[in-house]
């Protein structure tokens, strides 16, 4: 089971420190080649702006031109070689210009199309495949079909979370043969109606121990189980569809399709076909473990054909982003992302990222491209611990500077009045401290006709304390 940073429960049984690692690499590396796609698309603009000008100068040459040759095309008999001369230049000077025009288009059309989105979609669906092939999405929901009847074995799966699909091709180097029925589940019977002697059909046992699973489909509720009679060879079966509280089973042709409608299972006979399903998905579990990403779908639409191919490690950080911001909230070590989990014997493991660790990854993108990852809350700054201590119980903060010392001056003419100073702290061993006398400087006596009562300086030195200097002015020296 695993664990917050603070104790409380995870929600899922997994790694999620991993996952996230995987996520913000395989996200980066995604948006490296969309920061690439971004600046041909600039060139692109400009390159559009620039044409339009160019054009817009051509159009205006065309019709300087045009202007210019006008008075030498009007037809004269007297001028005949000069109005043909006209004409050809006007002519050549037409088709240059149409030239141009057409070598601008092309080069335009040759940038806008190293700027298309399809440029990107494979380098991104790269990107994106290490994390897909080894982690899931958040209550991603899991269809695995495999099926031995044609000439080549082949296994699938598809991954679903919110709006996005990742569909797998699946290893089966282990199960290119259909697989006998009594080794998946013991004692499968199912009772089906049979023609007796009287031609009355009537239901008969039937043991399903020597039939062979040719093909399985999984889904999140449901079981397609299609079995065949002989191993060796094309011949009739059955299929059974057994989902939690329920069977149906039907028959089928040996070219696959279905014979009969489908038919409800008996009570008797729907605990044995149950442990086939469970015993068929037992056997091939392992075949989503070694997959292979082939395709991303988003709302409906595959990666190729997306006309903004950001939006997939968007998606993927978006469902991430629940997560692991409560991770943050919950994790007590100021600057980590912290899971717990417990292990035997009543112990916990702790299992802790760095977030500059992760943030190290996406610091070289674009502000744009951080942003998902700085909602995620997997940004490298530190922050405060998620539990406080109640005030009460916070240790008092440390002095940044010495309290002043209260009444020191208060005897002293011409001073602050205070409070008295404190008692001093009595001795350590009761050895007798000799304390020096303070050594106070007086002013010398003021010239005749001052005022006597106000001394325009006191200088108080304590020889306890070392370089403590205080001066006194009076505003009022010098007769002011």
């Avoid at 817009?56 to 005949?80: C, M, N």
């Avoid at 991954?159 to 089966?172: D, E, K, M, S």
């Avoid at 008797?268 to 990403?293: H, V």
Wanted: hydrophobic share 35%; with cysteine; proline share 10%.
């Amino acid at each position: 089971m695993y664990r917050y940073g603070d104790g409380t429960p995870f929600p899922l049984d997994e790694n999620f420190i991993d996952t996230l690692t995987s996520a913000v690499e395989a996200c980066t590396n995604a948006f490296m080649p969309l920061t690439e796609l971004d600046d041909r698309r600039d060139r692109a603009r400009q390159a559009k702006l620039e044409a339009e000008r160019e054009v817009a100068r051509l159009g205006e040459l065309e019709k300087t031109a045009s202007a210019a040759l006008a008075p030498y095309l009007v037809p004269d008999k007297k001028a005949v070689q000069a109005q043909g001369v006209a004409q050809r230049t006007l002519g050549a000077l037409k088709a240059q210009i149409q030239q141009a025009r057409v070598a601008i288009d092309g080069r335009v059309s040759a940038l806008e199309a190293q700027a298309s989105a399809s440029t990107a979609s494979d380098a991104v669906l790269h990107a994106l495949r290490p994390f897909f092939d080894q982690n899931q999405l958040p209550n991603a929901k899991w269809i695995m079909s495999w099926d031995v009847r044609g000439a080549e074995p082949q296994a699938d799966a598809v991954a679903t979370a919110a709006r996005l699909q990742a569909h797998f091709q699946l290893n089966i180097d282990q199960f290119r043969g259909p697989i006998r029925v009594d080794q998946l589940a013991e004692g499968v019977v199912v009772h089906m109606m049979k023609k007796g002697l009287l031609g009355k059909a009537k239901a008969a046992p039937h043991d399903l121990g020597k039939y062979v699973m040719v093909a399985f489909e999984r889904t999140s509720d449901e079981h397609v189980i299609t079995l065949r009679e002989k191993p060796d060879k094309i011949s009739q079966g059955l299929r059974f569809i057994v989902s939690d509280h329920q069977a149906t089973w039907q028959s089928i042709t040996p070219s696959g399709d279905a014979e009969s409608e489908a038919n409800p299972l008996d009570l008797e006979d729907f605990e044995g076909i149950r442990r086939l399903g469970e015993g068929a998905q037992r056997a091939l579990k392992d075949l989503t473990a070694n997959r292979e990403l082939r395709d991303l779908v988003l709302g409906g639409q595959p990666m190729a054909q997306l006309p903004e191919p950001r939006v997939v490690p968007m998606e993927v950080l978006t469902q991430l982003t629940p997560l692991a911001r409560t991770i943050r909230e919950r994790s007590r070590m100021s600057g980590e992302l912290v899971l717990k989990r417990d292990i035997a014997g009543g112990r916990r493991e702790e299992l802790f990222v760095p977030r500059a660790q992760l943030s190290h990854h996406f610091a070289k993108l674009p502000q744009e491209y951080r942003k998902p990852f700085e909602d995620m809350g997997v940004s490298g700054e530190d922050t405060q611990p998620a539990i406080q201590l109640p005030e009460h119980m916070r240790p008092p903060a440390p002095r940044t500077s010495p309290p002043p010392v209260a009444g020191t001056l208060g005897a002293i003419p011409g001073g602050s009045v205070g409070a008295p100073p404190p008692p001093p702290p009595p001795p350590a061993h009761h050895h007798h401290v000799h304390q020096p006398t303070p050594h106070v400087a007086h002013p010398p006596p003021p010239p005749p006709g001052s005022n006597a009562a106000s001394p325009t300086s006191v200088t108080v030195t304590d020889m306890s304390k070392t370089n403590v200097v205080v001066n006194f002015d009076d505003k009022t020296k010098g007769g002011e």
